[in-house]
């Protein structure tokens, strides 16, 4: 069974910090999904990790992707209030169309 | 539309009650997705439709629940008899095919009482 995971669960920290977020799976896949959740609103797409060693880069967010390790990575840097919310990494499942998805990450960003 | 709508955005129901709940995907997406979220957790993956073929029900958790969706547009989905437990918000996703990027419309969320 395809299991993602998530670490930390839950994150405080304070702005203008650096930190990442990191995402395993189980089994092997070449891509890789990114999704912001705001408290009380809907999923929001970041970043679509296509290939190992992609990288990609929006503001302060940069997220990469080892295929080979299984894991990807979500870098916050000089954190901003801004970019709080909880964050959620989905790998394909079996079947090509159906994500797996972690249990997301829970980050406060304190002013 | 420019993005996925659903409605009700609240719908609030006494324990025993049918409720149903709509989406509406983009324009020219040919794959549906449901999903529920319980508070404070992921997400929970209940049914995909894909044109015209099958929909995939695995992830429907009992037999009250149920979905429809006619052709590539609008997707219903029904839960009869609803308990306490059915709590939630019910997420609606569509993308242009098969294991593509997901594009979320704003949810649903079900207060059973």
């Known amino acids: 069974e395809l299991k993602v995971e998530q670490n930390p669960l839950f994150l405080s920290m304070q702005e203008g910090k650096n930190y990442t977020i990191y995402c395993n799976y189980s089994?092997?896949?070449?891509?890789l999904y990114w999704y912001r959740q705001d408290p009380g609103k809907s999923l929001e797409s970041l970043f679509v990790l296509l290939s190992n060693g992609a990288v990609k880069q929006e503001g302060r967010l940069m997220a990469s992707l080892d295929t080979k390790a299984r894991l990807s990575t979500l870098h916050i840097t000089a954190a901003v209030h801004d970019l709080s919310a909880t964050y959620f990494c989905?790998?394909?499942?079996?079947?090509?169309?159906?994500?797996?998805w972690g249990a997301g990450t829970k980050l406060i960003i304190k002013p | 539309g420019a993005g996925v709508s659903q409605s009700p955005s609240n719908k609030v129901t006494e324990k025993g009650k049918d409720v149903e709940l709509r989406c509406d995907p983009i324009?020219?997406?040919?794959?549906l997705y449901w999903y529920r979220q319980r508070l404070g957790q992921g997400l929970e993956f209940l049914i995909y439709f894909q044109g015209n073929s099958a929909p995939d029900k695995s992830g429907l958790p009992s037999d009250r629940f149920s979905a429809e969706r006619t052709g590539e547009s609008v997707s219903t989905l029904t839960i009869q008899r609803t308990q306490q437990e059915d709590s939630a918000v019910y997420l609606c996703?569509?993308?242009?095919?098969?294991?593509?990027?997901?594009?979320f419309g704003p949810g649903t969320r079900l207060t059973v009482l």
């Open positions: 324009s020219g997406h040919t794959a």
């Open positions: 089994t092997t896949s070449d891509r």
């Open positions: 989905a790998v394909p499942g079996d079947s090509n169309y159906q994500l797996i």
């Open positions: 996703a569509s993308s242009q095919t098969s294991g593509h990027e997901q594009f």
